[in-house]
């Protein structure tokens, strides 16, 4: 786990002016930050423990640089902070929460724009912050890092408006009418991304040799039961 998922960024509270409810564990995203903005530390802390996973492997795969990941993470919840007794609830939090990500990764691309080219992807260890399946035999977690990594190199080559429809909808969970929203395209137009998108890393997985060899026949004899877990 990096330190940008383990370290909460530095806040401060607005002063309370009445005294709060206790915090009902089933309390929805936007009632949590409503509570934030009224002063209440714990709700904050709620939030950024739902939502620092998938808010950081959402920049880490948008900008493919781990050290840019977690100062544009920091820059996130920043503006989260800043804008706490501004914030209305008028979507969900998590659109909310990644329209910012998407504004903050804009910004970022404007000023890598002039160097990005000559930069190689440094992101080989972003399936640490994945569960590693330890318990398997050697050969199935080689098998597993193939994989990951296969599926990293098709992301790699998606064109980036396509690649963040892919990541918005299935990393955070997002509609599409959300994810329309979010990258200002029409809901045509994101669902077009995002079929482009999954066919294009099916096509890429199913071509990669490392793969591929998954399909071969002999693992299923290995196993014994013809079956292999995804």
Excluded at 211 to 221: D, F, I
Aim: with cysteine; proline share 4%; net charge neutral.
């Amino acid at each position: 786990m990096t330190d940008a998922l383990q370290a909460k960024p530095r806040f401060t509270a607005s002063p309370v002016g009445r005294t709060l409810p206790s915090m009902d564990a089933g309390d929805d995203d936007g009632a949590l930050m409503l509570r934030y903005g009224d002063g209440d530390l714990r709700a904050f802390e709620e939030l950024y423990k739902r939502h620092r996973g998938s808010l950081y492997r959402y920049l880490l795969r948008q900008c493919r640089d781990n050290e840019a990941a977690a100062d544009l993470f920091q820059d996130v919840w920043g503006r989260v902070i800043a804008n706490r007794e501004r914030y209305e609830v008028r979507a969900r939090f998590t659109t909310y929460l990644f329209h910012i990500a998407h504004n903050c990764c804009i910004d970022y691309f404007r000023r890598q724009s002039a160097r990005r080219s000559a930069q190689t992807d440094p992101v080989d260890d972003w399936h640490d912050e994945l569960t590693s399946p330890r318990h398997e035999r050697p050969d199935a977690e080689l098998a597993h890092l193939q994989l990951k990594s296969a599926f990293r190199k098709a992301m790699a080559a998606l064109p980036p408006e396509q690649r963040e429809v892919f990541l918005l909808y299935e990393e955070a969970g997002l509609s599409l009418d959300e994810v329309a929203d979010i990258t200002g395209v029409g809901m045509e137009t994101a669902k077009s991304r995002l079929r482009y998108a999954l066919n294009k890393l099916r096509a890429a997985l199913r071509d990669d040799p490392a793969v591929s060899a998954e399909a071969n026949p002999r693992r299923s004899e290995r196993d014994g039961r013809g079956s292999a877990s995804e």
